[in-house]
């Protein structure tokens, strides 16, 4: 495997840091290749501005979705974003690993993808027809990747699960996993959690260690997460509803974009 792993957090002493590394050394071990975007210690700026579009003009409107489009064609994105493109595009497996902060991920990796997944890279406008409405949601540039989020959490597996006072981690995630994954092509796989953490003794270090090296020793066996993809006729075009009758009995919310067939 190809494995970009795109860290955020901000200590080296981390329970997070020290479970990327061992992973890390897990899989080099085993013949895979690894490049680690390490956020914070790279300093990643985490905001999109006017410094991010160098074709832009000095006087004209800051139009990000657009800029970024136009700035890709041209070969006019900042160094900084370049490099993780290109790590993208040599990734074969992308992992987002990060500590859940207040129901997301840390802002300097939503900065990432903010920078990153320009428009016209990660996504972009696609063909539009009665029956498609552009390249995305199952389908676009990351099309054939796997990806998958590793997340830390101090809350317990109960107050994550259904009834949980959290609500689902399924449902937490559900941006990340459908809206940016899913989005731009890539083979969503189930999140690995890791809960409790600041209470977590060595022997908790262990298993989750376990967790991780599990999930990457045993890829071929793990079912993928089947969400709807857009343009295969599950959903109205151009609404992007989904079709009426499709959903499971007292199905609703975002149940209803995983298909059970």
Known sequence: ???????????????????????????????????????YKENFKAVVDRDDFLNLEKDARLKPAYDSYAAFAAKQLTPDVIAEMDKL????????????????MPAILKGWVDRVFACGFAYGFGEYSDTHF?????????TGKKAFVVTTCGGSKEQYSDRGINGPIENVLFTIN????????????PPVVIYR????????????????????????SVKSINYRK????????????????????????????????
């Open 1 to 39: 495997m190809k494995v970009l792993v795109v860290f955020a957090h901000p200590e080296e002493k981390s329970f997070n840091k020290s479970l990327l590394d061992t992973y890390v050394e897990h899989l080099e071990a085993q013949g895979n290749e690894v490049k680690v975007s390490d956020l």
């Open 197 to 220: 953490t600041d209470g977590r003794r060595e022997e908790g270090f262990q298993e989750a260690v376990d967790l991780v090296k599990e999930r990457f020793d045993n890829f071929d």
């Open 89 to 104: 595009i040599w990734a074969d497996t992308i992992v987002f690993h990060f500590p859940l902060w207040w129901f997301g």
């Open 230 to 261: 857009q343009n295969f006729g599950d959903y109205e075009i151009p609404s992007l509803r989904l079709k009426e009758g499709l959903e499971q009995p007292n199905e609703s919310g975002y149940d209803m974009h995983i298909t059970k067939n």
């Open 178 to 189: 459908h809206g940016l994954f899913f989005y731009t092509g890539c083979e969503v796989f």
């Open 134 to 142: 552009g390249d995305r949601y199952g389908e676009g540039t990351f």
